[in-house]
């Protein structure tokens, strides 16, 4: 109760400083909107629709790359984890491709699939997929060898082996990885969206800009933020306290 209040105040005393900055300000509403102009947009554009179709369409696109990158990511790092070849190989290639900005990829991705869904459904993939399987390569490799010892010795072996034992004992740092992957593929998804798909929050962003108008631009960022933090503290982080209260690691 005491973190929601200070944050509360903290977010209060922000929104008072910038109501009061931007009346006072020289510069025109266009270039610095006050907060209860933001507000108003924000407002009608729930009202009317062009926001809340903006957040269908992006929230869409986000769910499908995300899934798929969470998919390859945790196929990958298990290829990686189970041959030395393969991590001397292809996981030398993966750690060299993360340090690439998944919007780099968007011209590729447009000569190979066209202005559409499907380049940002790319761009979004990309923007997880390395880093989801860097964190599954960490999290399998660093499941206890006692753990392993143990199960081998009951009998576990293969499929069962796999599901019962290096599975769960890697979930916490899974979860850290889901956590970091779904940041990327947020900050891949509005990339690719400014700069080419139709719909979606980035649009809205590309065509405030183009209006100037910065009330609308603001409106869309508030819209990310709260998704960002809804997303990370409502689900993320939930999970992965309850893995380590269960773990005991905290």
């Given amino acids: 109760m005491i973190t929601i209040l200070r944050r509360t ?14 009346r006072l300000s020289s510069l025109p509403d266009f270039m ?3 907060l209860s102009q933001v507000l108003l947009t924000l407002y009608t554009g729930l009202v009317n629709g062009q926001i809340a179709i903006a957040i269908y369409t992006s929230m869409g696109r986000l769910l499908i790359g995300f899934t798929i990158a969470t998919v390859l990511g945790l196929f990958l790092g298990y290829l990686i984890w189970r041959s030395k070849l393969v991590e001397d190989t292809l996981g030398f290639l993966i750690t060299a491709l993360q340090s690439i900005p998944s919007i780099v990829w968007f011209p590729l991705a447009i000569i190979w699939f066209g202005l559409n869904d499907f380049s940002i459904l790319f761009i979004v993939a990309i923007g997880a997929t390395w880093t989801m399987t860097i964190s599954a390569t ?4 660093n499941v206890p060898k006692l753990y392993q010892r143990v199960a081998k ?5 293969g499929f069962h082996f796999l599901r019962t034992v290096i599975l769960p004992a890697s979930v916490p740092q899974i979860i850290s990885g889901l956590r ?18 139709g719909g979606g929050l980035g649009h809205l962003l590309e065509m405030g800009r183009s209006l100037g108008q910065m009330d609308l631009v ?13 997303m990370d503290n409502l689900v993320f982080l939930r999970l992965e306290r309850r893995v380590q209260k269960k773990w005991g690691i905290s």
């Fill in 138 to 141: 960490s999290g399998f490799k």
């Fill in 218 to 230: 603001i409106s869309v960022m508030i819209i990310i933020g709260v998704i960002g933090t809804i």
């Fill in 180 to 197: 970091i992957a779904w940041a990327f593929s947020w900050r891949a998804l509005m990339a690719g969206e400014l700069l080419g798909a």
């Fill in 153 to 157: 010795t009951l009998g576990s072996s």
């Fill in 9 to 22: 105040l903290f977010i209060a005393i922000l929104a008072g400083i910038w109501e009061v900055t931007s």
């Fill in 32 to 34: 610095f909107p006050s």
